[in-house]
Each structure stands twice: as structure tokens, then as C-alpha cells.
């Protein structure tokens, strides 16, 4: 078995590779480094997990590196994670939307096929739900038009990796809710909270303190990345499982586990932003009728793993990622 992670020294992607390779696995992993957050942090995430060796700097969008990657090493396996993240930032800088994460996926998808990958498996989103769904939502549910780019380029994905002709090449992707944790991008709410809180800055809270997250803890997500490279159970066609903690909380319950744990934020209302959905919340039905595991960890318990990670950086770093611009 070999697999190649793209997005490799990215939030999920890191994790991922760390614990692919600390479980035996050939692992190789690419990543452009791109400046969408500040490339330092990506480059200490490496460096802290020693994964130096395995990541390559290689951009999904350059057809012909990516080629090569995959001729060189040979995979089994892929997982695609490499995209531009973010719901918000679509609406001011649409490119890398279409470029990332529409020719990008294209790319990998294609080789993967090319190369006679057994199994392709690639980061959807819990934004292609939308609103006015009826919680939990399923993976079987009629979906409404995406509120933004990010989740439109998300949906797209689901639709070529279900209708480009493929040879025998599985295709699975996953719909995230949320992810947490060590390491989470400094454009998410969590990093955002707790590095307020520990730098003594006053968060600015553009949101309804009632909206409701589905907050999924990163290792659970690995956990269940590498249960689905591991698999032999046949699943026919192109899958789709949402990868969910399955206990939606608001942004106020949020506050209350932080304060419970000693930290303290201190936050400043502003006007809330429409692209948010009112509710991510996802059935774990499936996954778990197929015998994969439900991500269980507890928002008390990766809250406070996540806060001595971050506790354990240099403030001066953290001030450079949250600043970044």
C-alpha cells in the first residue's frame, strides 16, 4: 500500500500524514504551500512533525509535476485534501475556487484513474447542505443551491468524481463538519477564540451566538480517512459519507466549555455574515452501518487538547498567523 495525500501540510492533510506514517503506511504527501494563510505556519507544522521528508512541494493546478509525483511514487491510494478553504473568502477572491478546486481536483482525479489508484478519496464539505434542511442531515437528502463559491466548487467535486467515466478507481468522498484541533487554520473560529483569549485581544464575533456547529475533532477525522484506505468492503459507485460529530453546538455553548476549561474570551459584536448557515448537523448513519468509526470527542476534551497545543507555541507565532493577511 502507498498513499498519496495532497493538501499534506495543510490542517487535515498534516494529521493525516502524521498518522499514516507513524502507523507503518508509505505515505507521500504534496502541498503548494499556498499563501491563502501564512505559509509560516505550514512550514513549522512540517518541521514540528517531522515530515520534512514526505511532503514535496508540488502544486495540483501543474499537471505535468503532479504527473510526474505520480509516475515516481507509484500510489495505491489517494487522498485528495489539497483545496482553497474557506466559505467567506470565495465571495473576495473567487480564482483559486475555480482553479484549485475545480482543475485541481480534475487533475488528481484523472491520474489517480491513469494510474490505476484502487481508491481515490476527497474532501467534501458539510456547506454543500446549505439551509433549511431537516436535521441530521443525510447524505441522501435533495440539495438546495450553494450559498457561496466554496460550497459550489464543493458540490462540483461530488458531481465529477459521480459521473466522469472511470475504470476501476473507488471514489469516496467526504462531507467534513467543522474540524477542530491542533494545528486548525487561523481563519476558523476555534484558533480564532483561543488565540484571542491567550494573546488578551477581544474577539470580534460576526456571527449569531445561537448558530450551531457540528464541531468534529481532527483525529476522529484521520481515524476515519485511514479505517476507509484500510477497508476491503466493496462499495459500489461513487460514495459520499458525512464525517461528523453528530452534536451541533452554538457558539454560546462554545464560550461556556472554553470558560469551564479557565479560558476566558472577551468578544465584540459586529454585523453577522449571510454566507453562515444557521445549522451544520450531520447523520452518521451510514457511516456507521458500514462499520467505520463515529467520530465520539467530546467538544469538552478537544477543546482542551487544542488549547495546550496552542499553549505549547511561541505567541509570537501565533500573532504572526493570526494577523496574516
Known amino acids: 500500500m502507498k498513499v498519496l495525500v495532497t493538501g499534506a501540510a495543510g490542517f487535515i492533510g498534516g494529521n493525516l500524514t502524521q498518522t499514516l506514517r507513524d502507523s507503518g503506511i508509505d505515505v507521500q504527501g504534496i502541498d503548494n504551500f499556498s499563501e491563502y494563510y501564512n505559509p509560516s505556519m505550514k512550514v513549522e507544522r512540517v518541521l514540528q512533525s517531522n515530515l520534512s521528508g514526505v511532503i514535496a512541494k508540488i502544486d495540483i493546478c501543474d499537471r505535468t509535476n503532479l504527473e510526474s509525483m505520480f509516475r515516481n511514487f507509484s500510489p495505491t491510494h489517494v487522498v485528495h485534501l489539497a483545496a482553497q478553504g474557506g466559505v467567506r473568502a470565495s465571495r473576495s477572491d473567487p480564482q483559486p475556487y475555480l482553479s484549485s478546486n475545480q482543475i485541481g481536483f480534475l487533475n488528481v482525479l484523472q491520474l489517480a484513474e491513469e494510474f490505476n489508484v484502487e481508491k481515490f478519496i476527497y474532501a467534501s464539505s458539510s456547506s454543500v447542505y446549505g439551509d433549511d434542511l431537516q436535521a441530521p442531515f443525510k447524505e441522501s437528502d435533495s440539495l438546495n443551491p450553494p450559498k457561496s463559491l466554496y460550497a459550489l466548487s464543493k458540490l462540483s467535486n461530488e458531481l465529477i468524481a459521480k459521473y466522469l467515466p472511470t475504470h476501476n478507481t473507488q471514489r469516496i468522498g467526504l462531507r467534513f463538519f467543522t474540524v477542530y484541533g491542533p494545528w486548525g487554520r487561523p481563519d476558523m473560529a476555534v484558533f480564532r477564540l483561543l488565540s484571542s483569549s491567550l494573546l488578551g485581544d477581544s474577539f470580534k464575533l460576526t456571527a449569531n451566538l445561537e448558530v450551531k456547529r457540528d464541531f468534529t475533532f481532527v483525529d476522529d477525522v484521520s481515524k476515519v480517512?485511514?479505517?476507509?484506505?484500510?477497508?476491503?468492503?466493496?462499495?459500489?459507485?461513487?460514495?459520499?459519507?458525512?464525517?461528523?460529530?453528530?452534536?451541533?453546538?452554538?457558539?454560546?455553548?462554545?464560550?461556556?466549555?472554553?470558560?469551564?476549561?479557565?479560558?476566558?474570551?472577551?468578544?465584540?459584536?459586529?454585523?453577522?455574515?449571510?454566507?453562515?448557515?444557521?445549522?451544520?448537523?450531520?447523520?452518521?448513519?451510514?457511516?456507521?452501518?458500514?462499520?467505520?468509526?463515529?467520530?465520539n470527542t467530546t467538544l469538552n476534551v478537544g477543546i482542551s487538547k487544542t488549547w495546550t497545543w496552542l499553549r505549547s507555541q511561541e505567541p509570537r507565532k501565533i500573532r504572526e498567523w493570526l494577523d496574516y493577511k
Open 225 to 295: 480517512v485511514q479505517e476507509l484506505i484500510n477497508s476491503r468492503e466493496s462499495l459500489e459507485g461513487s460514495q459520499i459519507f458525512n464525517v461528523a460529530g453528530g452534536n451541533p453546538t452554538s457558539l454560546s455553548e462554545l464560550l461556556t466549555i472554553m470558560k469551564s476549561l479557565s479560558i476566558n474570551v472577551r468578544y465584540e459584536s459586529y454585523p453577522q455574515d449571510d454566507l453562515d448557515l444557521k445549522l451544520t448537523h450531520g447523520s452518521t448513519d451510514k457511516l456507521g452501518s458500514k462499520g467505520f468509526s463515529i467520530p
